[in-house]
């Protein structure tokens, strides 16, 4: 773990927040790569669950919301840790995540435990008497159930369909850790999914193959994925069913994605509180009904942080440690980089001129310093899949070489099939 996170620092993925401060726990920065990165993954995501199907819809909506909001959804009552203190060295621990019923830290002893509830708080308004405190989303869905009417009616869809959302959520997590695996601030990708209550079960087990064919897809290898199902007594307030997609991070098996049942719970709870209909009219059947939802809720900097320690290798290559990045060529931060052999003899302008025609299209990165073996290096730890080196033949047949990442290996190819040769790859179309 500590080489990865190294990594992401020395080449610009994931920096820790407010640093030159001494950071600030639980707030992490994407960095130039990184935030080519998440956009790369975000909008596969979307791509591939909203823009190529007609039965679900996006939305974009206020991270701050009415304070009801959350007392609606059972946040207010029910979204907090059972914290525990030493009386010792005064570290806080969850009561959920202890070992024993010692201090782990010092052996000492340690406090009943009391409920810390876990959005953060916020005020709204400008004069202290009349601002009106409410809470920074701790999950994207809420908004989605709240809206669920503007949102069915304006764009005319019937159950069953559904609603998808990417946005930022914060939690006062007691312990964020294992670098941006749990953090305070972090993205979630969710979809609520509505349906009928007799088809529970169908959608769920649909959403369960869909996500893990997802992760697969995005080059998540299958060995390091897992299903770790809730047992009852655990269940969340509003859950008939959970069963969360694990992966193999380098600390442990960690929740990437929960798939969960939450029946009618939330539009109930939304149409109590606020007053209003929330029901679905099926216009064929003439009834009116509250749709049950089926959730696949997923962390962005999780599977982030997933595919990075998915694709972090090292191996020996001619008696020295190569690292490379083995990133789908679909999130890729970089997708190709454009070197001339030497910088002479007019190779300079021929790459410069093929990489500025490729940068139309992609994210490229063009290098002319040093070693051609040090610059591929350089691309190989940053998970960049292509690399097109114009030499000395490129003159005479206006062709050049691609070298791929992984293999090593490498092809000829002429410079205007190139940018075709990268497109298809690192496209989001699935065959
Ligand atoms: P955990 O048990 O790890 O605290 P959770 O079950 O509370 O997670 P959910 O409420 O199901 O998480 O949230 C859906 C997804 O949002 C999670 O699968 C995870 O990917 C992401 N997520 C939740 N909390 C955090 C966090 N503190 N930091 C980063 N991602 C998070």
Redesign the pocket.
């Known amino acids: 773990m500590e080489k990865i996170i190294s990594l992401c620092k020395r080449r610009g993925f994931i920096f820790q927040s407010s640093g030159i401060y001494g950071g600030i726990s639980g707030c992490w920065d994407f960095g130039p790569l990184g935030v080519e990165l998440k956009r790369n993954m975000k909008n596969d995501w979307w791509y591939v669950f909203v823009q190529q199907r007609d039965d679900v819809v996006g939305l974009d909506a206020s991270i701050i919301m009415h304070p009801d909001v959350w007392v609606a959804s059972g946040h207010v009552a029910e979204f907090h840790d059972m914290l525990v203190d030493c009386k010792e060295c005064k570290h806080r621990f969850r009561e959920d995540e202890l070992g024993g019923d010692r201090c782990p830290d010092c052996g000492g002893e340690l406090t009943a435990p009391k409920a810390f509830n876990s959005m953060l708080k916020t005020r709204l308004g400008v004069s202290d008497d009349s601002a009106v405190e409410t809470y920074l989303r701790p999950?994207t869905c809420q908004s989605i159930f709240v809206d669920f009417k503007d949102v069915y009616s304006s764009s005319r869809m019937k159950v069953p369909f559904g609603i998808a959302q990417i946005g930022k959520?914060f939690?006062n997590?007691v312990n964020?850790r294992n670098f941006?695996?749990?953090?305070?601030e972090?993205e979630?990708m969710e979809i609520e999914f509505f349906c009928r209550e007799e088809e529970e079960d169908h959608w769920f087990a649909y959403w369960q193959e869909a996500i893990r064919q997802w992760y697969l897809d995005i080059g998540l290898r299958d060995e390091k994925l897992r299903w770790y199902e809730h047992p009852k007594e655990i269940l969340s307030h509003y859950s008939k069913r959970t069963t969360?997609i694990e992966y193999e991070f380098p600390f442990g098996w960690?929740?990437?994605?929960?798939l969960a049942n939450r029946g009618a719970y939330d539009l109930t709870q939304h149409a109590r509180h606020s007053g209003k209909d929330l029901k679905f009219f099926d216009q064929q059947s003439q009834e009116n009904f509250v749709p049950s939802v089926i959730e696949p809720?997923?962390?962005v900097?999780?599977?982030c942080l997933a595919v990075l320690c998915n694709g972090y290798h090292e191996e020996e290559v001619e008696g020295d440690t190569r690292v490379v990045m083995r990133l789908h060529p679909r999130l890729a931060p970089i997708k190709a980089g454009v070197f001339p052999l030497v910088k002479k003899e007019g190779l300079a302008e021929i790459a410069q001129d093929l990489e500025s025609g490729l940068r139309k299209k992609f994210n490229t990165f063009y290098d002319q310093a040093g070693a051609i073996g040090r610059r591929y290096r350089r691309m190989d730890e940053v998970g960049t899949p292509f690399c097109i080196c114009v030499d000395f033949q490129t003159k005479d047949d206006e062709t050049v070489t691609i070298r791929d990442r992984d293999s090593m290996g490498q092809v000829r190819l002429k410079m205007d099939e190139v940018a075709d040769y990268i497109g298809k790859r690192c496209s989001s179309e699935r065959n």
């Open positions: 999950e959520s939690r997590e964020p941006i695996f749990r953090s305070r972090f979630q969360d960690g929740e990437l994605q929960g809720s997923g962390g900097d999780r599977t």
